[in-house]
């Protein structure tokens, strides 16, 4: 079997160039391995090779990354690599960020596979590319060896292309993937064993994993709502007739945003509901009960409130996964803050 | 932004700041077995206290009603 060849990218510490007074390194690279990709090189053998090493500072490429982020990748690609592995950064967050935006970049651009090593909580992990394999690691260097050995353990997998086993068992951050295999106890005693350990205060592993939340410091109140302009969002599922978008039912891909502008109310001509997780047709027969746009147009004329925003942001909450939820939220919240759009009402079922 | 929803305990759970008690999934700021101007008179009266909520300051996640 041929050697597989490794590329690693470091910072300016980890790569030997310097501390701080070097963090604004521009991208070097250096032949064969160097700091920590000297032991993960041993740790490799027979089946890979760190044929060379990225380094970049982590100032430049976290207040340059539009410039250093492509010579890194043009370094990396120079080497013709099969896998590139990335730290590991430990709970560094300027180093962890550069490690992401690098392993991102080389899966995209360069198809190839890319493994990081951070410690769970390193801001490079939020957000992180879910085909880019982090190696759990500790806080600190303090674990360097250890770290390496696991991450050194999943390139060979990478490389020789092994099915992985869970997240837990091979010490990587989960990447949002669930397989299917056999057990040989039903859900309901797998279930019932779990209860038992619960009231005896013995511990146990949930099988279904709770999403985090985010906890969002509270806006502002809006003193006067007669000078605000008043947005209206929703989940209940609005859309136009016939929906020509193709919002979907459960596990909506998209958002819409409808004009309602000039509009007194939403009409069962225009609107219907696809929401596929309740009884919709008493949506469906007045859509105002899902979005009370009458009611509201009548208060901006009256002037209660300012202005109605003259766009109605819609999708399906239904089985909505959190995370694409919260990307939608950022993304309708971008567009009401350019609209300069001070409150709104979202109206979820 | 105020969060209306008929089952309050997925925005509160989830961390959402002002929470407002809707009146039913199926018809969260109506009632369809009203006569029609009564249901828009209760389609005001919700989506009033639905947007005051917005004018009250708070601090954790908090949920409010009509009563």
């Known amino acids: 079997m041929p050697t597989f060849r490794v590329v690693v990218y470091l910072n300016q510490f980890f790569g030997g160039v310097g501390g701080e007074e070097k963090a604004d390194a521009a991208p070097l690279l250096k032949a064969g391995p160097a700091g920590p990709g000297v032991l993960l090189n041993e740790l490799l053998r027979p089946d890979g090779e760190v044929v060379g090493t990225v380094l970049c500072g982590d100032n430049r490429m976290a207040e340059h990354e539009a410039e250093a982020l492509p010579h890194v990748l043009a370094l990396i690609r120079s080497l013709e690599p099969d896998l590139v592995t990335a730290g590991p950064a430990f709970g560094s967050g300027r180093y962890g960020m550069a490690c992401a935006a690098v392993c991102r970049a080389v899966r995209e651009e360069l198809g190839v596979p890319a493994l990081a090593g951070m410690f769970p909580e390193n801001p490079g992990t939020e957000g992180r590319d879910p085909e880019v394999l982090v190696a759990i690691t500790g806080p600190t260097a303090a674990t360097m060896k250890p770290d390496l050995e696991r991450m050194a353990r999943l390139a060979r997998k990478v490389l020789r292309r092994e099915p992985l086993a869970a997240a837990d068992e091979d010490g990587y951050l989960p990447r949002g993937k669930r397989v299917n295999e056999f057990g040989d106890r039903t859900g309901a005693e797998r279930m019932v064993e779990m209860l038992m350990k619960k009231v005896r205060g013995e511990p146990f592993v949930s099988e279904v994993i709770v999403p985090r939340f985010d906890r969002v410091p509270p806006a502002p109140a809006v003193r006067d709502l007669r000078e605000a302009t008043v947005a209206i969002v929703t989940t209940s599922g609005l859309v136009r007739s016939g929906n020509p978008g193709r919002v979907e039912s459960w596990r909506a891909t998209k958002w819409e945003k409808y004009p309602i502008a000039g509009l007194e109310s939403l009409s069962a001509d225009d609107f219907t509901c696809v929401h596929g997780g309740y009884d919709t047709r008493h949506i469906r027969a007045d859509p105002n009960r899902a979005v009370p746009l009458d009611v509201l147009r009548r208060w901006e004329k009256e002037g209660r409130i300012g202005k109605l925003h003259d766009v109605l942001y819609s999708t399906v909450g239904n089985v909505m996964p959190v995370e694409r939820a919260r990307q939608f939220g950022r993304e309708i919240a971008q567009n009401l803050r350019e609209a300069g759009v001070q409150a709104s009402i979202l109206t979820a079922t | ?67």
């Open chain 2, 1 to 67: 932004m105020v969060v209306c929803s008929a089952i309050p305990a997925i925005p509160m759970s989830v961390g959402v700041s002002r929470t407002f008690q809707g009146k039913a999934v199926g018809y969260l700021l109506g009632d369809p077995g009203l006569p029609l101007a009564e249901e828009k008179a209760l389609r005001a009266r919700l989506t009033a206290r639905a947007l005051a909520t917005l004018s009250a300051d708070v601090s954790e996640p908090t949920l409010f009603s009509l009563e």
